[in-house]
């Protein structure tokens, strides 16, 4: 597959770092509006064709699928003419600012018959999926409540650059620039989370958002800084189970960590993911009357050290995989075993 990377920003480092270890994926060209940014970008992943429009790009036309990786507002725009131009998608999230926007993205896409994605990149986590799939084996009984988080803290450090002076961060602070604020740049991650490991779908939302003054006028240049910077949301999911989320970027001493807390009416299940640290996943059973000490938590996964689940359930039940130590330690390992 020739894969054309559409923006070469931030993101698209890490595109082209994964794209370039598929087998039978060649990156083939770039497209970025910042003509120096997309010349040290192809230069760096030894892409050869660059274009400095997308037209420009369509017209070259030497080129199978797409990684669109522009900022939110320049999705709909540019998928709309890749789509009609015949070309498939991996559009970066959020699809979209709006539902309308987003839904007109997708038919054109079902209409085509092209495959289109969206890359909500958590749902790479292996604690994730078996979260997932211990609540749709039951293993904690009909989910009643669900609470997650989205805290990152680039609001108040410089880790990932200055937001006061880097594009990249500033127009994640503009509406006008096509920011939804937190709400468009993580909710979407956050709210996918919890329902995708809840394995539910979403009914109602209810949210109040907060943009904090962070500038003189709060403005720095072309950038109004009126795009939320917290949220706070309450849920009903589709089986009348109650949920809630909330997400920040002043939250000081969280650099990228999601969490998840699924209950159900026989126990309960807690994801977290953080920036350069394995997954987790743990979970609570509750004692049916029996146990004086119901708060007990127990490791499900611990990703970094564990065999992938189906390498651990393929070993014989009386071996113990030398690098799984839930296996060798714990009754609990349902990974293993499948019992509860
Ligand atoms: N999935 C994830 O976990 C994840 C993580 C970070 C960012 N993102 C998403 O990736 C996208 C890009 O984010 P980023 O941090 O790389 O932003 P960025 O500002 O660093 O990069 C965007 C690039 O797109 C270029 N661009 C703007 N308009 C263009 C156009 N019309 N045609 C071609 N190029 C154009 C800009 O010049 C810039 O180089 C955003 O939608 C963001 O939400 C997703």
Redesign the pocket.
């Known amino acids: 597959m020739r894969l054309l990377i ?9 595109h082209a770092r994964r794209f370039s270890a598929i087998d039978g994926v060649d990156i083939v060209g770039a ?4 003509a120096a ?2 010349g040290e970008f192809a230069d760096g992943f030894n892409i050869p064709n660059r274009f ?3 037209e420009e790009a369509l017209e070259w036309g030497g080129f199978d699928a797409v990684a ?5 507002r ?2 709909h ?2 998928t709309m003419a890749l789509i009609a131009a015949g070309k498939p998608v991996l ?4 699809l979209a600012e709006n539902f309308g926007k987003a839904t007109e993205m997708a038919d054109a896409a079902e209409a085509a018959g092209l495959v289109n994605m969206v ?4 749902r790479n986590v292996a604690a994730l999926q078996k979260a997932r799939q211990m609540v749709q084996a039951g293993e904690i009984g009909t989910v009643r409540h669900v609470e997650a988080s989205y805290l990152q803290s680039w609001l108040v450090s410089k880790f990932w650059g200055d937001w006061h002076t880097d ?2 961060w500033l ?2 602070l503009s509406r006008g620039h096509g920011s939804n604020g937190v709400l ?3 909710g979407i ?1 956050i709210l996918d989370f919890a329902s995708y490991g809840a394995a539910l779908d979403i009914d109602h939302v209810f949210c109040r958002l907060r943009a904090f003054d962070k500038a003189p006028g709060n403005r720095i240049g072309d950038y109004e800084l009126d795009a939320n910077d917290s949220f706070a949301m309450t849920l009903d999911f589709s089986n009348g189970a109650f949920g809630v989320v909330h997400a920040s970027r002043w939250a000081t001493g969280h650099l990228n960590e999601l969490r998840l807390r699924i209950y159900g009416d026989k126990g309960g299940i807690e994801v977290v993911a953080r920036r350069s640290r394995p997954a987790s996943a743990r979970m609570s059973r509750t004692p049916n009357g029996k146990s004086s000490t119901p708060a007990r938590w127990r490791p499900t996964t611990s990703v970094s050290s564990m065999p992938s689940p189906a390498a651990c359930r393929a070993s014989p039940a009386s071996a113990t995989p030398p690098a799984c130590r839930r296996c060798s330690t714990s009754p609990w390992c349902r990974t293993r075993s499948g019992r509860n």
């Open positions: 559409l923006g070469t920003g931030w993101m698209a480092q890490e497209v970025d509006v910042d940014r997309v400095t429009s997308l669109n990786v522009t900022p939110d320049i999705h725009p540019t559009c970066e999230k959020p890359n909500l990149t958590y594009p990249k127009w994640r468009g740049d993580v991650h």
